[in-house]
Protein backbone atom coordinates (compact mmCIF):
# COMPACT_ATOMS: atom_id res chain seq x y z
CA UNK A 1 0.00 0.00 0.00
CA UNK A 2 2.78 2.45 1.00
CA UNK A 3 4.26 1.99 -2.85
CA UNK A 4 1.14 3.21 -3.79
CA UNK A 5 1.28 6.18 -2.39
CA UNK A 6 4.49 7.66 -3.33
CA UNK A 7 4.34 6.32 -7.39
CA UNK A 8 1.07 8.68 -7.22
CA UNK A 9 2.92 11.65 -6.15
CA UNK A 10 6.35 11.74 -8.07
CA UNK A 11 4.91 14.14 -10.89
CA UNK A 12 4.09 16.78 -7.92
CA UNK A 13 7.46 17.90 -7.94
CA UNK A 14 7.90 19.18 -11.08
CA UNK A 15 4.60 20.75 -11.52
CA UNK A 16 5.13 22.51 -8.14
CA UNK A 17 9.07 23.76 -9.41
CA UNK A 18 7.06 24.92 -12.71
CA UNK A 19 4.36 26.83 -10.80
CA UNK A 20 7.52 28.32 -8.72
CA UNK A 21 9.72 29.38 -11.73
CA UNK A 22 6.32 30.60 -13.48
CA UNK A 23 5.75 32.95 -10.31
CA UNK A 24 9.06 33.96 -10.17
CA UNK A 25 9.43 35.22 -14.35
CA UNK A 26 6.67 37.30 -13.57
CA UNK A 27 8.20 39.08 -10.99
CA UNK A 28 11.03 39.69 -12.80
CA UNK A 29 9.25 40.79 -15.97
CA UNK A 30 7.04 43.43 -13.47
CA UNK A 31 9.85 44.57 -12.12
CA UNK A 32 12.12 45.27 -15.95
CA UNK A 33 8.78 46.76 -16.98
CA UNK A 34 8.76 49.13 -14.24
CA UNK A 35 12.64 50.02 -14.22
CA UNK A 36 12.69 50.53 -18.06
CA UNK A 37 9.82 52.75 -18.05
CA UNK A 38 11.29 54.64 -15.03
CA UNK A 39 15.15 55.00 -17.22
CA UNK A 40 12.64 56.47 -20.39
CA UNK A 41 11.09 59.12 -17.99
CA UNK A 42 14.51 60.18 -16.45
CA UNK A 43 15.94 60.34 -20.00
CA UNK A 44 13.34 62.76 -21.61
CA UNK A 45 13.60 64.80 -18.33
CA UNK A 46 16.91 65.74 -19.57
CA UNK A 47 15.92 66.06 -22.84
CA UNK A 48 13.14 68.55 -21.51
CA UNK A 49 16.01 70.32 -19.43
CA UNK A 50 18.46 70.46 -22.31
CA UNK A 51 15.35 71.95 -24.53
CA UNK A 52 15.02 74.44 -21.42
CA UNK A 53 18.63 75.37 -21.48
CA UNK A 54 18.75 76.23 -25.08
CA UNK A 55 15.42 78.53 -24.89
CA UNK A 56 17.77 80.41 -21.65
CA UNK A 57 21.02 80.64 -24.04
CA UNK A 58 19.25 82.20 -26.77
CA UNK A 59 17.37 84.84 -24.28
CA UNK A 60 20.88 85.21 -23.24
CA UNK A 61 22.22 85.80 -26.49
CA UNK A 62 19.78 88.50 -27.56
CA UNK A 63 20.24 90.21 -24.17
CA UNK A 64 24.15 90.19 -25.27
CA UNK A 65 24.49 90.83 -28.87
CA UNK A 66 20.94 92.95 -28.90
CA UNK A 67 19.98 90.45 -31.98
CA UNK A 68 17.10 87.63 -32.60
CA UNK A 69 19.66 84.51 -32.76
CA UNK A 70 18.81 81.38 -33.88
CA UNK A 71 21.54 78.39 -33.32
CA UNK A 72 22.53 75.43 -31.59
CA UNK A 73 24.07 74.56 -28.26
CA UNK A 74 25.16 70.97 -27.16
CA UNK A 75 23.24 69.56 -29.67
CA UNK A 76 20.01 71.18 -28.93
CA UNK A 77 18.22 74.09 -31.13
CA UNK A 78 16.95 77.61 -29.92
CA UNK A 79 14.83 80.54 -31.98
CA UNK A 80 14.70 83.95 -30.58
CA UNK A 81 11.83 86.35 -31.53
CA UNK A 82 10.48 89.74 -30.28
CA UNK A 83 7.68 91.17 -30.59
CA UNK A 84 6.59 95.05 -29.84
CA UNK A 85 3.69 95.68 -27.37
CA UNK A 86 3.00 99.23 -27.52
CA UNK A 87 1.75 100.20 -30.99
CA UNK A 88 -0.04 102.93 -29.71
CA UNK A 89 3.67 104.76 -29.21
CA UNK A 90 5.75 103.44 -32.31
CA UNK A 91 3.03 102.73 -35.11
CA UNK A 92 3.63 99.03 -37.25
CA UNK A 93 7.53 98.65 -35.62
CA UNK A 94 8.74 99.53 -32.58
CA UNK A 95 12.31 100.58 -31.13
CA UNK A 96 13.89 98.15 -28.43
CA UNK A 97 17.08 98.97 -26.00
CA UNK A 98 17.41 95.18 -26.93
CA UNK A 99 16.21 94.95 -30.18
CA UNK A 100 17.66 97.85 -32.09
CA UNK A 101 16.45 96.35 -35.31
CA UNK A 102 12.96 97.24 -34.58
CA UNK A 103 10.33 94.65 -33.66
CA UNK A 104 7.06 94.06 -35.06
CA UNK A 105 3.85 94.93 -33.33
CA UNK A 106 2.20 91.63 -32.53
CA UNK A 107 -0.32 90.37 -30.06
CA UNK A 108 -0.15 87.76 -27.47
CA UNK A 109 2.64 89.91 -25.36
CA UNK A 110 1.08 91.45 -21.96
CA UNK A 111 4.31 94.10 -21.71
CA UNK A 112 4.29 97.46 -21.48
CA UNK A 113 6.85 97.90 -24.25
CA UNK A 114 8.08 94.22 -25.51
CA UNK A 115 8.49 90.55 -25.74
CA UNK A 116 11.78 88.93 -25.50
CA UNK A 117 10.48 84.82 -27.10
CA UNK A 118 12.90 81.96 -27.12
CA UNK A 119 12.00 78.30 -28.46
CA UNK A 120 14.68 75.23 -27.63
CA UNK A 121 14.17 72.03 -28.44
CA UNK A 122 15.97 68.92 -27.99
CA UNK A 123 15.24 65.52 -29.13
CA UNK A 124 11.45 66.48 -30.24
CA UNK A 125 11.03 68.35 -26.62
CA UNK A 126 10.47 72.02 -26.76
CA UNK A 127 10.20 74.29 -24.06
CA UNK A 128 10.01 77.98 -24.46
CA UNK A 129 11.25 81.27 -22.44
CA UNK A 130 9.23 85.10 -22.83
CA UNK A 131 11.02 88.06 -21.49
CA UNK A 132 8.41 91.14 -20.93
CA UNK A 133 9.67 94.81 -20.98
Given at each position: ??KNFFKKR??????????????????????????????????????????????????????????????????????????CCNSNLY???????????????????????????????????????????
Amino acid sequence: MRKNFFKKRKGISIVLAVLILTTLLAIALGISTFISREIKMIREVGYSTQAFYAADSGIEEALLTSTFPSGQVDGANYAVSCTCCNSNLYGNVCPTPVCPNLCPVGSGCLAPNYCLNSIGTYQNFSRAIQIIY
